[in-house]
């Protein structure tokens, strides 16, 4: 296990904790993705002679706050203590990672609230979107953790699942020799990394681990519409896939552009245009995702509009696309855009719970949002000259995706939406 140890004074005397366990690798994870998703969400649910309710209350004396997820080979655990309490935490922690006792009721109880929770995404167009985009043009084969299903196929897979393939995943898949541990606050880092080596220094996966990789590949564009009856208001969303790494060259100027376009709350050209002057748009913006190990990201578009201003909505999105590629952006919106990113890393750096994921190493194969600017990610140099055409984007529509249906929900979804997962 790596650790990443930042021992400082805290008010309260806090402690923030992120440890991430990769598991498996493309192979030996086919087929195995709601196994993976469920074995997580069970974590929480019984552990060595610990029933759900006795966990939450450990937690609770400890005043402590503990959140475990899991998707395509990763498993994310954020965890929240005070100094008196943290080698007490770890104890519980190494409990329920390592002697998990999944319970048979509580399997039936997750799997019937997941089952549901999909059952209701049938009438939200958002999901309905976010699923159909993350299926547009996908290349892997059924079975692959980056296959995207229909909503039938995950139902019908996880009404398959049975209890004890949870039981094997965890004895096969789980190990912390990949594992990294990232903790911030009020401690003491020597006898925290002597108890972390007891505790995991021998808890090895039987199966291997290798990063499941996500490649570039050229889209081809398309647009569909998607019919969500009974619902008010409708939703948009275009998504471009880019060839670069949050460490090219381009990445700065890009960060700036999705800020000036729409990434500045209700203040950016979109939100100016379609929502301030035409009002055909109750929220609009842009988003962009930067992939920290491959040549492969993300940027795109949203929009909740009435339903009869589709077409005006697309003109005006057009149009100021056009215009920004046109004529660039000014002095001013730079300023604007950068001080934007900068002050919001700022306050991010302030918080050591958004600051204990950032000093773990790189966790996950998944693209992270662009925020704020870092050593990798540096938005804070770029100029209007740069940011006039962003890099690497073609936006005609031969090169895009784009989904529109009723929707209710003004958060766009990112480049994965639709796989839901149960709730811990």
Known sequence: MQLALLAKRTRGSTVQGSLILRLGDAQTLRGKKHAAALTAAMLLRGAQGLTRQQIADRLDALKAQLDISGQDGIVTVAFETRRDQLSEMLDLLRTILRAPSFPAAEFEQLRSQWLTALEVERSQPESLAGRALARHDNPYPKGDVRYAESLDEQLAAIKALRFAELQAFHRAFYGAAHAQLALIGDFDAPAVTGQVKRLFGDWRARQAVARIPTPFRAHTGEQIRLAAPDKANAFFVARLRLPLRDDSPDAAALAIASRVLGGGSLKSRLADRLRHQEGLSYDVGAFLQLNAYEANSLMGLYAIYAPGNLERLQRGLNE????????????????????????AARIARTQDGALSPARSPRSSTSSATCTSPSPRKPACRSSPSKTSTPPSADTSTPHTSSRSSPATSPHPPPSAAGRAHPEA
């Open 320 to 343: 100021e696309l056009a215009r920004f590629v046109r004529d660039g952006i000014t002095e001013q919106e730079l300023q604007d855009a950068r001080s934007g990113l900068l002050e």
